[in-house]
């Protein structure tokens, strides 16, 4: 993607579970699928280890756009995390809407080991939605 | 603040071709914390590692940040080096950029180089505050759960049961012994399968250290490496294995038939019957889907012929709790079915059949009698065409996998075909032969020159009968560059492998990972290929990726070998990434208790205050209890908020 200077290029952080979207983005490197390079990564080792303390923390710091990125639900390899960060993301929604954020800025996404082109996609298409967002204003 | 090094890999060019390597030095060697900061060809090498080795000294460092390839790769290998520097391996963390950056932005080198040095100055904040660990250690159950009873779990089972430890062999059907104990003969070497099949069957029925848990399925999972707990559901047979002697009065007065599974639907069996002759349990079984029922007792014409009464119609089934140290997945696979294959007949053809169907004619214990015949007529087939690849290779529609073995095997149908058919004519029609193995090539060769089987180089297009009932085959020479048209009796469709049937089920309950067509993963493609990523769980035969018998035998000798190296440590080390208490902010709430999957958090009263505790040995670090406490009082080791707050920076500022 050639950078076009005039174009806004959001800022994005993105939380990836170890077991399962880390690994995804591990297989899209390995198969030299190309994305757009704004998400920089924070790889834990659940998803339910982001807390909407660090969901706002980034947004306070100027983050344009939030992604977290676990296992399918089932496929949590702590069981049950995924469906905790679930809750968590869709309450947390509702606080920003609250901040003058808006809720889609955050994005939850389920992104198994295997699904390297997936993650791929999804990564551009957050990408190009917070960029259309425009830059974080509150 | 600590003194760090960073060490920048260029992955020969595989990172350097894309990220400005010197650039990311000079940058980051001004970022608070960094004490050093230098780039490498290939850090992992011999030279690389003593590199870092004498820098540590050198330059006093406490903390390691090599900016690489993925922690999968190389975090054990960077930990270790620490470690035997004399620097606590919980110091060195790995900051990917070649997998999630050099590799995935090959065009915008600049924008590259930019994500590369946030990324690494995120694990430089990450490692600015980690604490030196030491791991836990937990002990080990010297048991270990098979579960499959093909060759795969049947020759691991047999292997660490050998080396002393005991073993759960858990098999879904009535019998161990997977399709192995159906096929005739086997490649290259025409062994009967059987034969070689079942004195191993029986050792594992004898051997002491071994318990058979057959026509049952793993439940339910829990705990990890060294440590699990295991609920199998064992169904009921409604026979009493050790009443019955297999006298098999039963099945004479059984009015009910059923299709045979071990012939493959070719022939029929009874509602209560014994799979195969030599089935591990010998015993029957009565299929209650197909019985008429005994609540009330509809027939019970067994029962009443039973002499040793071993018909148990109260029979219930049974929860069996254990626990296990390690666990070995061998559940093999199943054929794509031909109904998928609409140019085909859908299946709906009675003489075209797939290749398990085609071994079952071949075999002496089968419907025939090791006759080929035709299902629709009996009569023996004079023209027989064989087709390749049937839902494999094929991207667009079906698979896009090679299933591997159906050259082998369909190379070994003609030949059979041929010695016992002199007089018909065996057609293959085939992509590419693919017969790489010992002995193989000359196999294939074999079949054509000596047993003079045609091989047409193309794909089969459609398979129809035609006004007179005969079977067509269309297919392309693409050798010869024309259209073929094969009239025929008999279809032996070389059928795609797939994840057994429920594959998928299991694999969630165990949670390990596995490909986007349900075979597992395993840890690293060359260098790890009996173990999964998940600790404690390894990988033996067709559950992996399709095989043939010495590959899946070579493989579960491979896995057995890994449990018992596992069983032969005196206690297992466990990650110390876990959750901390801080007492002094602990409120008490019990707000994170629920909320362990592990059982690992537990309210306790300490001088006269509730506080939450963590078990250090159940707790597996994933961090929710943590990110659900009002109180900040609990933290991950070394994922704790403040490094969060800080790798969140790192990227914002
Ligand atoms: C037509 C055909 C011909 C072949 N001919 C040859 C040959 O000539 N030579 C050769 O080397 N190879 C041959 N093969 C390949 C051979 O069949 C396999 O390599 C071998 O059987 C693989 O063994 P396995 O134990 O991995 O799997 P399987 O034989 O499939 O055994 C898996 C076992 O696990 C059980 N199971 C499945 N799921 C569960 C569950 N959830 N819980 C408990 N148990 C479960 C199944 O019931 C089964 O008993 C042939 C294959 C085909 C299809
Ligand atoms: S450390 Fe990783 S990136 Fe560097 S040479 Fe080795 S494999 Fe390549
Ligand atoms: S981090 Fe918390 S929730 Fe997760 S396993 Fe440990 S104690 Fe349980
Ligand atoms: S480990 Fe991926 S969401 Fe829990």
Redesign the pocket.
């Known amino acids: 993607m050639a950078k076009i200077s005039n174009i806004f290029e959001p800022r994005i952080v993105c939380f990836f579970c170890k077991w399962c979207t880390s690994a995804g983005a591990d297989l899209a490197g390995t198969s030299r699928m190309q994305y757009l390079p704004n998400g920089i990564p924070i790889c834990v080792m659940c998803s339910s280890r982001v807390d909407p303390e660090h969901v706002l923390w980034a947004f306070k710091r100027g983050a344009d756009g939030v992604f977290i990125g676990g296992c399918h639900p089932g496929d949590c390899h702590y069981q049950s995390g995924n469906y905790k960060t679930r809750r968590r993301v869709f309450l947390l929604k509702q606080v920003l809407k609250d901040f003058g954020i808006e809720p889609e800025r955050l994005r939850l996404e389920w992104i198994s080991a295997s699904e390297g082109k997936r993650f791929t996609q999804v990564m551009d298409e957050f990408i190009e939605e917070v960029r259309s967002l425009g830059k974080l204003k509150v | 603040m600590k003194r760090i090094g960073v060490f920048v890999c260029w992955c020969g060019s595989n990172i350097a071709e894309t990220v400005d390597v010197k650039k990311v030095v000079e940058v980051i060697k001004k970022y608070p914390g960094v004490a050093h900061a230098e780039d490498y060809i290939f850090v992992c090498s011999n030279p690389g590692q003593k590199l870092v080795q004498e820098t540590i000294k050198e330059k006093r460092l406490d903390s390691l940040v090599i900016a690489c390839c993925s922690p999968t790769l190389h975090e054990t290998t960077f930990r270790d080096l620490s470690r035997l520097t004399g620097l606590n391996p919980y110091q060195c963390e790995i900051a990917n950029i070649r997998e999630q950056c050099s590799w995935v932005h090959k065009d915008n080198k600049e924008e590259a180089t930019r994500k590369a040095i946030k990324i690494i100055r995120t694990i430089v904040e990450k490692a600015n505050q980690n604490e030196s660990l030491e791991p836990i250690s937990t002990p080990v159950t010297r048991q270990a759960l098979v579960?499959?009873?093909?060759?795969?779990?049947i020759q691991a089972s047999l292997d660490i049961a050998n080396a002393g430890y005991e073993v759960l062999l858990?098999?879904?059907?009535p019998s161990?012994?997977?399709?192995?104990i159906q096929?005739s003969?086997?490649?290259p070497t025409l062994d009967c399968s059987q034969c070689i099949l079942t004195p191993k069957m029986v050792e594992v029925s004898r051997h002491p250290k071994i318990r058979v848990l057959a026509y049952s399925?793993?439940q339910e999972i829990s705990g990890y490496v060294g440590n699990f707990n295991v609920k199998i559901l064992k169904k009921p047979r409604y026979v009493i294995e050790d009443k019955c002697n297999l006298c098999g009065k039963c099945v004479d007065v059984c009015p009910v038939a059923a299709p045979s599974e071990f012939d493959n639907n070719l022939a029929a069996r009874k509602a209560i019957y014994l799979p195969f002759p030599q089935a591990i349990p010998a015993t029957y079984t009565i299929d209650i889907e197909h019985c008429p029922g005994f609540l009330p007792i509809a027939c019970g014409k067994c029962a009443d012929v039973c002499e040793p009464q071993a018909i148990d119609f109260d029979m219930r089934p049974e929860i069996i709790e254990e626990k296990v140290g390690a666990i070995v997945v061998?559940?093999?696979?199943d054929?794509y079915s031909p109904k998928n294959i609409g140019e085909y007949g859908n299946g709906k053809y009675e003489d075209v059949m797939d290749?398990?169907q085609?071994?079952r004619l071949l075999s002496a214990t089968g419907p025939t009698g090791g006759e080929v015949r035709r299902l629709s007529d009996n009569k023996v087939p004079k023209r027989v065409v064989f087709v390749s690849c049937v839902g494999s290779r094929d991207t667009e529609h079906h698979l896009p996998y090679c299933s591997k073995?159906c050259c082998?095997?369909m190379a070994?149908h003609a030949m059979l075909y041929k010695h016992k058919v002199p007089d018909g004519e065996a057609i293959v029609f085939y992509i590419d032969t693919r017969a790489g193995g010992k002995g193989y090539e000359e196999f294939v060769t074999r079949t054509q020159e000596e047993d003079k089987v045609i091989y047409i180089r193309g794909k089969a297009s459609k398979i129809f009968k035609n006004g007179n009932g005969k079977l067509i085959v269309w297919g392309a020479d693409t050798l010869l560059g024309k259209q073929v048209e094969v009239e025929c009796d008999m279809v032996v469709l070389s059928m795609a492998?797939v994840p057994?049937n429920?594959?998928k089920d299991?694999i969630s309950k165990l949670k390990i990972p596995s490909d986007a067509y349900g075979f597992v993963n395993e840890a690293h493609p060359k260098l790890r290929p009996v173990e999964s990523i998940s600790a404690g769980f390894y990988l033996?035969?067709?559950?992996q990726a399709p095989?043939?018998?010495?590959e899946?035998v070579a493989q579960a000798s491979g896995a057995a070998s890994k449990v018992t190296d596992l069983f032969a440590e005196e206690e297992l080390k466990h990650e110390p990434i876990v959750a901390a208490v801080d007492e002094d902010l602990c409120s008490g709430c019990g707000i994170c208790v629920p909320l362990c999957p592990y059982d690992a958090r537990e309210l306790e009263i300490k001088d006269e205050k509730r506080i939450a505790k963590v078990n250090e040995i159940l707790c597996e670090g994933c961090g929710s209890c943590i990110s659900a406490c009002p109180s900040a009082a609990v933290q991950q080791r070394n994922f704790k908020d403040n490094q969060i707050f800080k790798m969140v920076d790192a990227i914002l500022s």
Request: proline share 2%.
């Open positions: 579960i499959g009873g093909g060759i795969a779990g858990v098999e879904r059907n161990i012994g997977g399709h192995m096929l003969e086997t490649f399925e793993v061998a559940t093999g696979y054929l290749g398990m085609f071994e073995i082998m095997y070994k492998m057994s429920g594959a299991l033996a035969g067709c559950t095989k043939d018998i010495p899946t």
